[in-house]
């Protein structure tokens, strides 16, 4: 597994709310329990207290000018503690 955050693209809406992006290897492990706890755990790390995962819109290919790189990200909305 070759989980990680991609920060350029990840981002927050004050200190309740976060989308961040996690890029791997498969569908299946961007859609993983580990992939949620990264997501979870860099939401912390972006100022978002007891983050919750929402539901997001799904995986989605990596491409570079226009061809796939065999890499899939899912973009996790994530609820803070109010």
């Given amino acids: 597994m070759a989980l990680s955050v991609v ?3 990840s981002r927050t809406e004050g200190t309740t709310r976060a ?3 996690v890029e791997g290897d ?3 492990e961007v859609q993983s329990a580990d992939a ?3 997501a ?6 972006l100022g978002v207290a007891r983050a919750g995962v929402s539901t997001g ?11 796939p790189t ?7 909305p994530l609820q803070g503690a109010l």
Avoid: F, N, Q
């Fill in 36 to 38: 949620r706890t990264l």
């Fill in 57 to 67: 819109s799904g995986p989605y290919p990596v491409m570079i000018d226009g061809a």
């Fill in 70 to 76: 065999g890499k899939y990200r899912y973009d996790y």
């Fill in 40 to 45: 979870i755990r860099h939401a912390g790390t």
């Fill in 7 to 9: 920060t350029e693209e």
């Fill in 26 to 28: 498969s569908i299946a």
């Fill in 19 to 21: 989308v961040v992006v």
